[in-house]
């Protein structure tokens, strides 16, 4: 028996990749260089059938004491950070979601019925899914509630199925203009209609002041106001006093205008400025996500409030007599707008400093290949979870480099704007929910921990959310008590 037959036997039953020559040799070793990794990246991308949001990402402590005891679950659970038990409703209502044809209405109509309420009510409202097979969940934009009435899926309760009821309850304390909408598939649900505007109310209102409510929303891709298109037409007398409740529902800027009278921002995102200056020939530019309360006294011929795409609200006549007004070149700028006043606290003393930094690049987001948003470099869920104990006071440093504007939203709190790419704020405190940050931007906010559970800080262009623009305030001493995903298919974005 010699070597050879075998020898020539053993290479003939080799595949063609190991005969081959080494320059093919080169380039499948090449090859796998790139694929090895890039399926390791999509394997670590795929999110699992259900996960706690908690663990997800990596805490961050912000410069400030790390706690041991994070993730041990010894603390309360989200689900029990509510109102006070006790205390019997001051307002009842109930909202009924149906879904028809993929739109959505709340109580048969969309936007869904006003909540008006006043100040210091406990506020009750009892949502019904009438036929929506997703699940879905109310969150109070702008109201900073108890952890566990924020409407999150999967993060603060479980996606309400069809059939079912869920009870919120929360106590508004300060009085404002806010909005409702669905959390749950929310870049879909609330473009096709889960939403509706609430109104805090004051303790006594200030007598003789017009009243009135601007939802803007597309259907379908086309701009309305209040559900309508074209001119609103409200009765106003000359000498009278209006606040107009401005609420951006869509995903991008809407800029509005005055013509007729010189204008007041008397409020942003439920906060009255300090000593608002007049504004002509200034644009204003609302944020997704964001409201503004106009004021204005009604001259002789009227108020014309230009939304864009031909949509208007005029009070007491058409001071334009009907010609579409030229837009004003100008944007109203917060930054030094109105009077300074006290803050309540010391940003310069803070317990917490964080960054959220936005980009954008290319990678897997649940095995999806894609340009995917990151926070401070990473792609969701691997981001930052921001850690804070209650009463800290913290700034974030929000930072977009990602090539797109991004209206961020903090679920939760009212935070006060510093500085705006190095140059202090000046003028009255700026308080938001919602805040506008365009490409090159930086911003400093600051705010208090003081109000216990876990909370989204997301963009509020909804589809960015999905697309992975979140990550999550986290208080210590507080455990999860709900998962993403899961039987009730809770999707919060
Ligand atoms: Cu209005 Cu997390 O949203
Ligand atoms: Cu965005």
């Not at 109580?107 to 006003?114: A, D, E, I, K």
Request: hydrophobic residues 35%; glycine residues 12%.
């Amino acid at each position: 028996m010699t070597e050879v037959p075998h020898r020539a036997g053993w290479r003939a039953r080799l595949p063609g990749v190991v005969r081959a020559r080494p320059r093919t040799w080169i380039a499948v070793v090449a090859s796998l260089v790139v694929l090895v990794p890039l399926a390791w990246m999509w394997q670590s991308s795929l999110l699992p059938d259900s996960y706690d949001m908690a663990e997800m990402g990596y805490p961050d402590w912000g410069g400030g004491p790390v706690d041991e005891h994070h993730g041990m679950h010894h603390g309360t659970p989200v689900k029990d950070l509510v109102a006070d038990t006790d205390r019997p409703a001051d307002f009842t209502e109930t909202l009924t979601v149906r879904r028809d044809g993929g739109d959505y209405t709340v109580n048969g109509t969309s936007p869904g019925p006003t909540i008006d309420v006043t100040v210091g009510q406990l506020v009750e409202i009892h949502l019904v899914n009438d036929n929506v097979p997703d699940g879905i969940t109310l969150h109070w934009h702008g109201v900073d509630v108890p952890n566990a009435e924020d409407g999150v899926a999967g993060v603060t309760q479980d996606a309400v199925d069809e059939g079912e009821e869920f009870v919120y309850r929360f106590v508004p304390d300060q009085a404002g203009t806010y909005w409702y909408h669905s959390h749950q598939v929310s870049h879909e649900q609330v473009r096709r209609g889960l939403l509706g505007a609430l109104v805090v109310h004051p303790d006594t209102e200030v007598a003789g002041v017009h009243e009135e409510l601007a939802v803007l929303h597309r259907y379908g891709g086309t701009p309305t106001i209040n559900g309508e298109e074209g001119t609103s037409e409200v009765d106003a007398r000359p000498g009278d006093q209006v606040r107009l409740r401005v609420i951006n529902t869509d995903n991008g800027l809407a800029p509005l205008w005055v013509t007729g009278a010189p204008y007041q921002v008397v409020a942003v995102d439920g906060r009255d400025v300090n000593e608002p200056d007049p504004i002509e020939d200034e644009k204003y530019p609302v944020p997704a996500g964001g409201r503004v309360d106009l004021g204005f006294v009604v001259p002789p011929d009227g108020v014309r409030v230009d939304f864009g795409a031909g949509n208007t609200m005029v009070f007491g006549g058409d001071p334009t007599d009907g010609d579409e007004p030229r837009a004003p070149e100008d944007f109203v700028d917060l930054l030094g707008y109105g009077q300074p006043a006290d803050l309540g606290f010391d940003p310069a003393d803070a317990d917490r400093r964080f960054d959220y930094r936005i980009g954008r690049r290319p990678g897997f987001l649940d095995g999806r290949p894609g340009l995917w948003w990151t926070v401070n470099g990473h792609l969701y869920p691997d981001v930052p979870m921001y850690m804070v104990s209650e009463g800290d006071v913290v700034v974030f440093t929000i930072d977009n480099g990602s090539g797109d504007n991004h209206p961020m939203h903090l679920h939760g709190h009212h935070a006060v704007v510093l500085s705006r790419n190095g140059e202090p704020a000046t003028g009255s405190p700026w308080w938001i929910d919602s805040l506008e940050v365009k490409d090159g931007e930086t911003f400093e906010i600051a705010f208090v921990a003081d109000n216990p559970g876990i909370w989204m800080d997301h963009c509020h262009n909804l589809p960015h959310a999905q697309q992975g623009l979140v990550a999550h305030l986290m208080y210590t001493g507080v455990d999860s008590s709900f998962r993403v995903g899961g039987k009730p298919g809770n999707q919060p974005e």
